[in-house]
C-alpha cells in the first residue's frame, strides 16, 4: 500500500472493503454442489470395457495399416486417372504434328511406328468417301495412286 | 492451516477410503480466497460461480498427478486464475463488434449487479480497475484487496517480480488519473 500511495494519494484514500456479496449460504453450500458436480462427471463418464483396453494398440495399428494401403491406393488411383484421361482427337494429333512439324525427326517417327507395330495406313485402300471427295475436286486419283 | 496439513490432506486424498473427505476439507479451506480472487476478473456472482466450480473439477481431476513443487495454494491460485481468464476469453470471442467491449459489458454487468454493495466512489473505483488493462488488472486486484506477495505473484503467473511490480506501478497511475476525471 506504501508503494501506491506516493503516486495515488486518491486512492489511498478510498477505503479497502470487498464491494461484492454472495447470496446467503453460499459458501456452506459450495462443497456440497462441487462434490455433487464431481459425482455427475464420474457417472457421465464413459466406462471403457477390459477387452477394449487390452487391444487398443492393435487396432490402432491395424487403423494405421488401413489408412496406409488406402493412402497408397488413391494415390495410385489419381496418378493413372490423370494418365488416361489425356486422350486427343485425330484432328488435335494431327495439329500438334502440324505445328511441330518443323522439330520432328522424321526417321525416328517411323521407327518408333515400327517398333510399336503400329498399323500403317494402306494408301491403296481408298475409302469411297476420299474417292467421292477427289472426283468432286476434279483431282485425278488414279494419278495419285500410281504416283505412291 | 499450515504448509504441512497440506501435505496431511494430499496424502489423505490419495488414499481412496478418505478422498472424499480430504477433497471437500480442501474445498472448504480454500473456497473463499478462490472465489473473490475470480469474482474481481469475472464480476457477475453467477460467472465467479460457474468458473469456481470448474476450478475445483479441475482440481478433483488433476490433484493425484500433483507432484507438489509449488504449494497447493499456489497451484489452485493458478488453475482459479486460467480458467477465469479463458471465461473472458471465450465472452470476449462473442463480441465481433470491437466497439462492444468485454470491459464495457462487465461495467454493465456490475451496475446492474444486485450482489455489488458499494457505495459511489467503490463504484468509480471497480469502474476504474475494469478500464485497466488484463494483465494490469490482475496484478492490481492481486496485489491491492489479496495483499498478495510478489514472490507469490510470480509464482502464479508465472511472470518476473521486475514485470508485475512494473504492471501494478502503471496500474495505479491508470487508476489514480480516472479517479480524477469527472
Given at each position: 500500500m506504501n508503494e501506491s500511495s506516493n503516486i495515488s494519494p486518491r486512492l489511498t484514500k478510498i477505503k479497502k472493503v470487498n464491494p461484492y456479496s454472495v447470496p446467503e449460504n453460499y459458501f456452506d453450500e459450495l462443497p456440497g454442489r462441487i462434490q455433487e458436480a464431481i459425482h455427475v462427471q464420474k457417472e457421465t463418464e464413459p466406462v471403457k470395457p477390459f477387452t477394449f483396453r487390452f487391444i487398443r494398440p492393435q487396432l490402432a495399428i491395424a487403423a494405421s495399416i488401413i489408412i496406409f494401403a488406402m493412402l497408397g491406393y488413391l494415390g495410385y488411383k489419381s496418378i493413372y486417372s490423370y494418365k488416361s484421361s489425356i486422350e486427343l482427337t485425330s484432328g488435335e494429333i494431327a495439329e500438334y504434328v502440324e505445328y511441330y512439324s518443323s522439330e520432328i525427326d522424321e526417321d525416328l517417327f517411323i521407327e518408333l511406328l515400327d517398333e510399336n507395330k503400329l498399323p500403317k495406313a494402306n494408301?491403296?485402300?481408298?475409302?469411297d468417301e476420299i474417292i467421292t471427295y477427289l472426283v468432286d475436286e476434279n483431282i485425278d486419283y488414279q494419278s495419285i495412286i500410281e504416283l505412291l | 492451516m499450515a504448509k504441512n496439513n497440506d501435505k496431511e490432506l494430499l496424502s489423505l486424498f490419495r488414499d481412496e477410503n478418505t478422498r472424499h473427505h480430504a477433497f471437500n476439507i480442501i474445498i472448504r479451506k480454500y473456497q473463499e480466497r478462490l472465489y473473490w480472487h475470480v469474482r474481481r476478473i469475472v464480476i457477475s456472482h453467477d460467472d465467479a460461480d460457474d468458473v469456481i466450480q470448474n476450478t475445483f473439477i479441475r482440481v478433483w481431476n488433476g490433484l493425484e498427478e500433483f507432484r507438489e513443487a509449488s504449494q497447493l495454494y499456489t497451484w489452485l491460485h493458478r488453475i482459479a486464475t486460467n480458467e477465469a481468464l479463458s471465461f473472458l476469453k471465450q465472452y470476449r470471442k462473442k463480441f465481433i463488434i470491437p466497439i462492444v467491449t468485454v470491459e464495457n459489458k462487465l461495467i454493465n454487468r456490475l451496475e446492474s449487479d444486485s450482489f455489488f454493495n458499494g457505495d459511489e466512489i467503490q463504484l468509480k473505483l471497480q469502474k476504474a480497475i475494469l478500464s485497466l488493462p488484463e494483465k494490469q488488472r490482475l496484478v492490481f486486484n492481486m496485489k491491492?484487496?489479496?495483499?498478495?506477495k510478489y514472490e507469490e505473484m510470480a509464482k502464479i503467473l508465472n511472470t518476473s517480480i521486475g514485470a508485475l511490480k512494473a504492471s501494478y506501478h502503471h496500474a495505479v497511475k491508470k487508476i489514480e488519473k480516472k479517479l480524477g476525471e469527472g
Open positions: 494408301f491403296f485402300d481408298l475409302s | 491491492y484487496f489479496d495483499e498478495m
